[in-house]
Structures are given as C-alpha cells and as structure tokens.
C-alpha cells in the first residue's frame, strides 16, 4: 500500500501506474487490488507480497542465501513477466526500472514486476520512444545516458543485471567486496566467463556448483543481455527461452565495460 502527497511528477507517475497495472493481468505481475485519487493524497492497494522483495531475499544478511533452485524460478518468472509487457498486453510497456526492488514474492515464492511510476506505454506499431533518463544507478541502459531512442532493450539490460545477482547473491555494486575486481558484478561476471572461471561467481553454493551447465547458460544469457549496442541484445521472448534451454545460447561477445554506466 502507498499513499503520499504528490507534487506534479509524482501525479504523473501515479496515474501512469494506475493505468498501466490497471490494464495488465499476468501471474508474473503484482496485481493492483484498488486506489484512490482523492485531493491531495493517492493510493495504491495491491495484492499483499508476504515474503517482500527479490533485494530482501539476495542481499538481506540476516537470511540464509536462497536456494538454486528458487533463484531459478524467480528468473524465469521474471523474464515471463517481461515478455508479457513487451510483446503480450494489449498496450505493450516498457518498464523502465527492473531491480531487485521491484521485483515481489508472494507466499508460494512467486516472483512478480511492480513499480510501473517509470514505465513507459508504446502506441500501436511503437517500438521506441525518446524520454529523460529514469530508472536506478546500476541497473540503466547505456542508450539512457546517449540521447539515443528508448525501447525495450532498457529491461533487457536492466535484466541482464538482475540475473547476474540472481546466479552469484552479490549486489551489482559492492563496495565491500574483498577484491577491487569484484566490486562492479557486470565487470568481474564478464571476467570470470572469459577466464573460465564460473566457479567463483557461486562459490560456496554446493547447489549452483552441481549444475554448472545451467549456471554458464544464465551467465552467457545475461552478457547478452548487457550489450552495449541495444540491437545486439535478445528481445525478452528469446531470452526467456534461452534461459529455460529450450534454443541454444551462442557465446556472447565481450560487453564494453559497465564501469562507464555506474
């Protein structure tokens, strides 16, 4: 539930939200229950999440890390779920802001997108738009920072970012990381695949080490997913299938550095 006094942008993104969510029904998608706009308040009633957020789950240090297999699960439900927004729903949406803070669990561990304040609706035969830059540091399309058309390319980047914490638990920024190369997660991901070294990025998780194979499809889907060049990345229907290994997943160029996007 949300309820806040508004300036003028935050009006914007409110009724965005509304008629986004509004208009979506998918299991992968947090459902808006109701809202208010009354005076100066708003409201949002959506469905209760009971086991919070996918950042809560990864990076809550009073939690023991998450199993494989539910990080697994959450992966494919959220590409699912952005399948749906680009291609599926009547209006198709860009999101604008996919991070483990927008991502919810319900109490069957079902992942779900919400936060559509930054999304963006594409009219009938859309697939680009020019907007200001939005979205969280870390987790922003190189195009955002280039005056270059948005399109949904920005999830799919945004995506690829969210993949590589979902396969190590690390935050794609970690200023405590033990090693200066381990800070920027892209960065060292991208290393550790050129290295042949996939080992490292789910050290001491016995689950992932036993299924290596899938762990080097999910980090060669993720490179993917960071090119630079937004027309080298998979639209989110192919990375959805590459991930579940139904198509092959060739080996991915190297990304530029993500250190110029931080």
């Known amino acids: 539930m949300l309820d806040k006094m508004v300036s003028k942008t935050q009006e914007q993104e409110f009724t965005t939200e509304v008629k986004v ?3 979506t029904n998918h299991k992968n998608l947090v459902k808006l229950v ?3 706009n009354e005076g100066k308040h708003r409201l949002l009633v959506y469905e209760y999440m009971s086991n919070g957020s996918l ?4 990076f809550d240090r009073d939690r023991s890390r998450p199993s494989w297999d539910t990080r697994t699960e959450i992966a494919y439900a959220v590409a699912k779920g952005l399948v749906y927004l680009h291609e599926e729903c009547s209006t198709h949406i860009i999101h604008c802001d996919i991070k483990p803070q927008n991502i919810l669990l319900d109490e069957s561990m079902t992942a779900k997108i919400s936060d559509f304040g930054l999304a963006k609706l594409l009219k009938a035969n859309q697939t680009r738009t020019m907007t200001g ?3 969280t540091r870390g987790y922003v399309a190189p195009e955002w920072f280039k005056s270059m058309p948005i399109t949904s390319k920005v999830d799919v980047h945004s995506f690829g970012i969210v993949l590589l914490e979902l396969v190590s638990c690390r935050k794609n920024l970690d200023m405590e990381a033990l090693n200066e190369e381990e800070i920027i997660l892209a960065d060292w991901a991208v ?7 996939l080992g490292k990025l789910v050290k001491g998780d016995e689950e992932a080490m036993a299924d290596m194979e899938r762990v080097e499809r999910f980090l060669k ?3 993917w997913c960071l090119q630079e060049d937004p027309t080298r990345r998979p639209e989110m229907k192919k990375v959805a299938q590459m991930l579940e290994g139904s198509i092959h997943v060739p080996t991915p160029p190297d990304p530029e550095s993500y250190l110029g996007t931080i």
């Not at 950042?55 to 990864?58: M, N, S, V, Y």
């Not at 290393?191 to 070294?197: M, N, P, V, Y």
């Open 34 to 36: 109701g809202f208010c």
């Open 191 to 197: 290393d550790c695949f050129s290295d042949g070294k």
């Open 133 to 135: 830059i939005r979205g």
């Open 55 to 58: 950042a809560d789950l990864l």
């Open 21 to 23: 969510i509004g208009g």
């Open 221 to 223: 889907v993720a490179i």
